[in-house]
């Protein structure tokens, strides 16, 4: 068999995913919503170790979005909930795979025992190298941006407001921008995940739900990315010189 030129050998450095579908899973198999949900950390769990074997260096997941306090009452506590316990069952994996956690978002919001979870889920992983695995909780993007900017007001720095200042304020700061951004349930749109990251980022939208989002549906994506030019600006040809 031929082999497809076109394809790039890469993968990306840094993988972020909004994972959506949960409800519409369960709803689809009569279900509640939190059924659907606890069927996503199953996801979740596949695809944090796929993204380790593969050597990508981060992967971002959108967990709860500042907006998503709108929901129902009892589906917000469900799924904070099921975030305490998935955090205290899955930190030992982590720490056994050497994977370190980050949460980025503003964590004021949430109570007292999941705070405590979370920092001690991100003490217990800090000096483990493998991979870099950010959990994006009661995050949005305009929020991060506009936190950066409250930093730069409150150094009283005279320096010029450039791109590098505002992005090292950011809650990302220190790891790539994404490479490949996937949102999964049929969606087409960012939700404010990411925005001033999200610039250059290659977008893959597929209409798998995220409890249906396996390690075979991650490669499809992977693959999908590997066809794509990179240009940041530059023409095909300076990128790929001869072709």
């Not at 409800?23 to 944090?48: F, K």
Request: glycine share 6%; with cysteine.
């Amino acid at each position: 068999m031929q082999e497809d030129s076109t394809k790039q050998d890469y993968s990306p450095r840094h993988l972020a995913i909004v994972m959506d579908g949960n409800g519409r899973w369960a709803r689809s198999r009569h279900l509640p919503r939190t059924e659907g949900h606890r069927r996503g950390v199953n996801s979740a769990r596949t695809v944090i170790e796929a993204c380790a074997e593969r050597e990508i260096e981060v992967l971002t997941l959108f967990a709860f979005s500042s907006e998503n306090w709108r929901r129902p009452r009892n589906e917000v506590n469900a799924l904070m909930q099921l975030f305490i316990s998935a955090l205290r069952k899955e930190v030992n994996v982590l720490v056994k795979k050497g994977i370190r956690i980050r949460f980025i978002g503003d964590r004021g919001a949430f109570n007292e025992q999941l705070q405590i979870a979370m920092t001690e889920a991100e003490q217990r992983t800090l000096n483990n190298d493998v991979m870099d695995l950010v959990i994006a909780a009661n995050y949005g993007g305009r929020w991060d941006i506009i936190q950066s900017a409250g930093k730069m007001i409150e150094s009283r720095c005279d320096a010029a407001v450039t791109e590098n200042r505002l992005a090292e304020g950011l809650s990302t700061a220190g790891l790539p921008d994404p490479d490949l951004f996937i949102r999964t349930g049929g969606e087409r749109r960012l939700s404010n995940f990411l925005l001033w990251q999200l610039a250059y980022t290659e977008l893959y939208f597929t209409d798998v739900l995220w409890p249906d989002f396996d390690a075979a549906a991650l490669e499809s994506a992977l693959d999908d990315y590997r066809h794509r030019q990179r240009r940041f600006g530059q023409t095909g040809e300076q990128v790929e010189p001869g072709v």
